[in-house]
């Protein structure tokens, strides 16, 4: 039985003796996939000004000529057909008209005349088809006439300006511009695949990229003299350098051998990679490629419901401050700060309540231990948008429990969310009791698979129990506490609940930690949604470099 081969092998060996010749082919797919591409897009364009044109002409038939505030709008007529002989002659009256180079004129009696042969024979084929008909001109400027049958044989006719901009490139053209570039891969000669592979994506997702930014009219010679103008705007940058690191990466990843190993893997266990496929798949829609977005996203300005790519704009913003002070909570460091004061102190309290609630309930000699577990692990159990919403009634100034108590012991109540350390402290409250339960479950079950002999020996040794806490039970709950530290560590540093629904970042904002500061950003301050990306990227990697510092430190504890 022969082995497996790859199949591209007898690509791999093909000799080009001209490889002018063979880019000149390259080039001319090129060319005719971008002339797809362009035809589509004019299609959709075309789509998009069918259905603006209808939508006008019944808000201009609902709301009067007088209302016509859109700019794009050359001339409205609305006529009445009469003397109906069959289904496809008709004679027009005007009804009312409008044009807005000439407001004065009337429009009034029958439609006569070679000056209204193309309106009228547009009114006819709406009626006669009873559907909405479309006609592009070109001109200077290009405009389009679309006529809408309406109630009790009449026919509304808009004239307007082509100002919709060219669509966003379509699937089709990028789906065409990766074939091209895959061939290119694998028929081009060794020393030329990288570059002309690379090539190939950068100029194929340029023109691609520059496409959109055309009006929908002219020949190929003119898009193609105006290509260069998406090179430097909008998205294309972005796109250029990820398929161009991608292009790039393939083929030294190919060269090195390390593609064709992966497919060897992948048939030496494609029963196991099927079964593995569903969950990869659903991490990648659900995980991967939302991930991929909000990174993208860091990178635009949102404006007026567009996106604009502004490059690393937003990291520069929240990295200098955005020209505000290090005292003012909209300041990165400030927001960083407390941030860090709040997941360093819940933390530390998480640990301390839960390691010591978990030693109290280990003594054998505790009754009811059950009753207590059950009891202390209702906080944990609770949906915490709940518990919050709890304890801000809680703090309420006037009627809540906790000033109540205050008052009966003679302390008064305290306005919580006033100033900034009640407003803190209360979040902290509230997080403590929600995170303590997890600590004291993990602390429990370590401390249970110690034996028991250990503390024996050291009793009998004449070890005292601070001696043999801090001999024999921390350094065997390491293993098991440190990476609870860690998850709860980046759980309290994202805990976007508590602080939105106890404080709701007040006063002013100073109590807000980095994930609701981007919630602010995105939704409370102008839609800024690419500055709110910005803040989650470097949430991420804060939370990277924490994470691996952590991982050092559990190692070498493990080491020890």
Known sequence: MSKNKNPFTFLMKT???????????????????????????????????YHQGIKQILQINSAGTDNIKNKS????????????YNDKLYNFEFIVGFDRSNPNQEFKGQLQGKKYSSLHDLAAQALAEKKAVMQLNRGNPPHTVISLPLEDNQVGIVVKNITTRTAPTPWLGIILIIMLAVAAFFLTPEPWKIIVTNSIGALGFG?????????PHGSLLEILGNSPVGFTRGIFPPIWLITSLFFIGTGILYQRGKIDKLITTIKSNRIAYTYVLPAMLGMGLLVLLPFAIG??????????????????DNFVDILSGGGTSLGNPLNFYFTLGVTLLWTLLNVFLHVSIGLSLALILKDPLLKMKSVYRVLLIIPWAMPNYITALMWKGMFQQQYGAINIILDNIGIGGISWFSTFWPAFMANVITNTWLGFPFMMVVSLGALQSIPSSL??????????????FRNITLPLLRPALFPAIVLGSIWTFNMFNIIYLVSGGEPGGSTDILITEAYQWAFKRGERYGLAAAYAIL??????????????????????
């Not at 709008?73 to 109906?84: G, R």
Request: hydrophobic share 50%; proline share 1%; with cysteine.
């Open 295 to 312: 990174l993208g996203l860091g990178f635009f300005n949102h404006c007026n419901g567009e996106f604009q790519f502004i490059g690393i």
């Open 207 to 215: 023109m691609l990229a520059s496409g959109y930014r055309l009006a």
């Open 455 to 468: 503390y024996e020996a050291a009793e009998v040794d004449g070890a005292s129990k601070w001696q043999q």
């Open 15 to 49: 000799n080009f003796k001209s490889l002018p010749l063979f880019i000149v082919c390259l080039v001319i797919l090129l060319i005719a996939s971008l002339v797809v591409v362009l035809r589509v897009q004019k299609r959709t364009v075309q789509r998009e000004i």
């Open 539 to 560: 949430i991420f990697v804060v939370l990277i470099i924490y994470t691996r510092i952590t991982n050092k430190l559990t190692k070498a504890a493990e080491d020890m």
């Open 73 to 84: 709008v050359k001339k409205f007529f609305k006529l009445k057909a009469h003397n109906k």
